[in-house]
């Protein structure tokens, strides 16, 4: 039994797209709250994103995703006695393609600078 | 401004619908990786409850949250030695309401035996 | 057999003083990457608190703990669209007491503002 | 001014090798509860062992840092649904050398049959 088919056995009135649009909201919480303050240089950010990225990955339903840190970012609050910082919200830029049986949904993570605030958000939806 | 206009301007063809299932999604994800692996025993079981019932409540769209750990489980896997175990996913039980302007989802985070697994599903939807 | 014992057997030379070292840097440690990032208001500070507090005192050899998160920083902090922040490690004031056998650690983490450092260091040791 | 100095300058009688014991502490506690819970399968378990092994190195006084993932016990734990499973203390085999000053501890996380738990321990101290 695939969870698909769970989903739709208990919720009658669930849609496919409904389901997309959760599972995508899950991922995009779950990869900010496992990785906000991991260590962070110029030296680490390759092996960081690429953690994230795939771990995100190997969850159910995501189709592809992709995941940047902002190199200037790490630059600017490098800690000048320690020289590393830890990954902020701010940092990340996420892209993310969730598939749930033939709904794709495009969400993202991005700084939104005019809001102060690290904005995931849903960018299309196609069925 | 707030966050609903924002998603609205961008995303012609989202739905609050839409929006209301992806926050609920952003909000068991979040509270799932944040809280995962947080020391417990009996004696902090209901702070940590309540720690993570309130920081959900404080994002956005969240209208009302309830938390519950399983107190059965935490007895199980206290080490003998140490007297204490970790927050683990299936010890999790979460109701969620996330309210979008008109729509209501509600989303739950419980252990599901059959699948052995810690599931997070969309309840019901109500515009 | 307590813990104590089985790091005698181990290890030959490691003294309490050691043990209770360690043990002191386990659990700023483990403090730190649990919670930074916490969805955190006015509203949920107090309780973000006790689970901090309460989670640390349930680990081994934690004798008495401390935790107060700096509340004019969540106020300046706090998203002007959204009103909440999260937890950062500059917020965090603590005090830990480790006590391994007849050793006692003071040890504390707080920020540092000449390094622009959330600091974790020892105060003092008493045998 | 380096952290050496300013630890010394703090504490009279703290002497490097009680600094190295709390570094070591720190780290071992930080990775932990930084990366428990993340997404696992074989599929990205060298991305994750990196990318913990790098961000605990990019941290002050590590000086060399190894990390496992237990391949079989992944095995053993992926869910026969989702195929996947999330990353617990037992998984990980860590050793960690802190210098400080001309100090050097040798310490490791790895999981104790014995006592069924997620061992820390030093392993060595050279001065």
Known sequence: ???????????????????????????????????????????????????IQKSISVQPFAENVSVKINEKMIEEELNSTFKYTELSGKMLDVKLVVRYNSVRVFASLQFDEKLNYPLMKVDQVEE
Chains 1, 2, 3, 4 share one sequence.
């Open 1 to 51: 039994m695939v969870r698909e088919e769970i989903n739709k056995n208990i919720n009658g009135n669930i849609t496919d797209r409904d389901n997309a649009l959760f599972e995508a909201g899950i991922k995009l919480g779950a990869l900010y709250h496992q990785f906000i303050g991991t260590p962070l240089s110029l030296e680490n950010k390759i092996a960081v994103e690429s953690a």
